[in-house]
């Protein structure tokens, strides 16, 4: 078995269902510019972007209305569609036991509203590494290795847990386990539905000890 001793984290679709928060985000900045709502195939889209590359995406047909999407997008607060996010169920329970063993990280496409989402369910102190797209996108293998090498630890001693193709593209370029959560399409190395299935498949298939040890007894 292979030694653990840190855990990646995508936050959209792992840590919350934000899907119908996303739609509302977006939906909002495209009326003020009078676009029509969302498409379902947009939504997938927006979903798994950075809000700059989702907006692109989204105004790919009126270029001229870009500059004040991205203006509208900075200026409005995601904190008005809080109430639309779900936490997933068993996450922080997940996080209290993994913060005694592993070091904790977070990898995603949200750039602002990162931290403010954190603190609103009281997650950011689980987290000893926070890397959003404001500093560099998941599309960029920069993200990830940036992580590795802050918290000093190696690919093949890491688990990601993510939810989309950009994820498993991130993965495969790094060198790091994947685990699919929620979805069986990805190709993953580790497959889960919930946070108990990712507990049992850690504690069944890794070595890991307690965290003031982790650091100095491998």
């Given at each position: 078995m292979n030694i653990l001793k840190l855990l990646i984290f995508d936050c959209d679709g792992v840590i919350?269902?934000?899907k119908l928060a996303n739609i509302r985000f977006y939906n909002y900045i495209l009326k003020k510019i009078s676009r029509h709502p969302l498409l379902p195939e947009e939504v997938e889209y927006v979903h798994m972007h950075t809000v700059w590359e989702a907006l692109e995406y989204l105004l790919r047909d009126f270029p001229?209305?870009?500059?004040?999407?991205?203006?509208?997008?900075?200026?409005?607060?995601?904190?008005?569609?809080?109430?639309?996010?779900?936490?997933?169920?068993g996450v922080k329970e997940f996080l209290e036991w993994a913060?005694?063993?592993?070091?904790?990280?977070?990898?995603?496409?949200?750039?602002?509203?990162?931290?403010?989402?954190?603190?609103?369910?009281?997650?950011?102190?689980?987290f000893d590494y926070i890397m959003s797209a404001l500093h560099i996108p998941k599309s960029d293998p920069k993200a990830l290795l940036c992580i590795l090498d802050t918290l000093k630890v190696k690919n093949n001693e890491t688990l990601y847990i993510g939810d989309s193709e950009v994820d498993q593209s991130l993965c495969k370029k790094c060198g790091v386990k994947l685990?699919?959560?929620?979805?069986?399409?990805?190709?993953?190395?580790?497959?889960?539905?919930?946070?108990?299935?990712?507990?049992?498949?850690?504690?069944?298939?890794?070595?890991?000890?307690?965290?003031?040890?982790?650091?100095?007894?491998?």
């Open positions: 919350f269902d934000s001229e209305k870009l500059n004040l999407a991205k203006k509208i997008a900075m200026e409005t607060s995601y904190d008005l569609f809080f109430n639309y996010l779900v936490l997933e169920k913060q005694n063993y592993f070091y904790i990280a977070l990898c995603t496409n949200r750039t602002t509203s990162t931290e403010s989402v954190l603190e609103h369910f009281s997650l950011k102190n689980f685990v699919a959560y929620k979805n069986p399409k990805l190709k993953a190395d580790f497959y889960v539905n919930n946070y108990y299935e990712l507990k049992n498949l850690i504690e069944k298939n890794f070595i890991f000890k307690k965290k003031q040890i982790l650091k100095n007894d491998y």
